[in-house]
């Protein structure tokens, strides 16, 4: 993405955090998202949750002030945002063509420990159903799956989608904010492999789907397989992917 907005801010001038247009707000925050620090909503609003990216966002980069932007600090975030985009051609024709463009994408976005790779993975495992290809929620149901989602599922048309499964209207649209697609009026993009590739790993880092991160219960002083769950669906079938976990960790 390219900050237009913010990159319109002129040489020599600072602008206050607190006093941008929500126009520029938003765009900070989505470029904050993309980068991995957890703003909230994308409303373009300073509140709390932003003012702590930001603040985070700022010691990373060592920006100059946290009550300010200037361009200098827009060029930063810039070139971040550059390096963060995806390079090369990715397969997701294969299983193992897909367990490399996962590892590339958890290694770009900041999930580099084998344990917390390892746990992506058994997850994708387990929500495919073992096939590591985009699904869609109850797609095991016979014979019509979408009459039984229109009937049991009040999120619906915004079900769950992908290698893991993004629900609600909410979510689809602050994914297609950060990805640059209408996710909210074609929700099937999201099983494209490229955007559940993101959304997956994007998810694990912030804590974007319960609350929880990957690295509240995996980081290189503990590896906790069975409560990494609570990252996705509370503790569901916490125990099998925890298993699953373990097998991927070994072969890394």
């Given amino acids: 993405m390219n ?10 001038k600072s602008l206050a955090i607190k006093g941008l247009s929500a126009a520029r707000l938003t765009e900070l925050q989505i470029a904050l998202t993309r980068l991995g620090y957890p703003v909230g909503d994308i409303d373009g609003l300073y509140g709390p949750k ?26 930063k975030l810039q070139r971040a945002l550059d390096k963060s985009k995806s ?34 993975l058994a997850t994708v495992d387990h929500e495919t159903a073992h096939t590591f290809a985009p699904v869609s929620e109850a797609f095991w149901v016979k014979p019509d799956p979408d009459a039984w989602r229109r009937k049991n599922l009040r999120y619906y048309p915004y079900y769950g989608r992908g290698y ?16 640059g697609i ?14 559940a590739l993101f959304v997956l790993v994007h998810g694990f880092k912030t804590g974007n789907f319960t609350g929880r991160k990957l690295s509240d219960y995996i980081d290189d002083q503990r590896t906790d397989f069975l409560n990494a769950r609570r990252c996705i669906n509370g503790i569901d079938k916490q125990a099998e992917i925890a298993a699953l976990a373990k097998n991927y960790l070994a072969g890394l």
């Fill in 87 to 120: 390079t090369g051609a990715l397969n997701f024709s294969t299983k193992a063509g897909t367990i490399k463009a996962i590892k590339r994408e958890c290694s770009k976005q900041g999930i580099g420990l084998k344990t917390q790779i390892a746990y992506v």
């Fill in 182 to 195: 209408d996710l909210v009026h074609k929700p099937d993009l999201a099983l494209d492999p490229t955007v």
């Fill in 3 to 12: 900050l237009v907005k913010l990159a319109s801010i002129r040489p020599g």
């Fill in 50 to 75: 932003t003012r702590s990216a930001w603040g985070e966002a700022v010691a990373d980069f060592k920006l100059d002030d946290p009550g300010t932007i200037d361009a200098g600090d827009v060029a």
């Fill in 164 to 179: 893991v499964q993004l629900t609600w209207q909410k979510n689809y649209a602050k994914y297609g904010a950060l990805l």
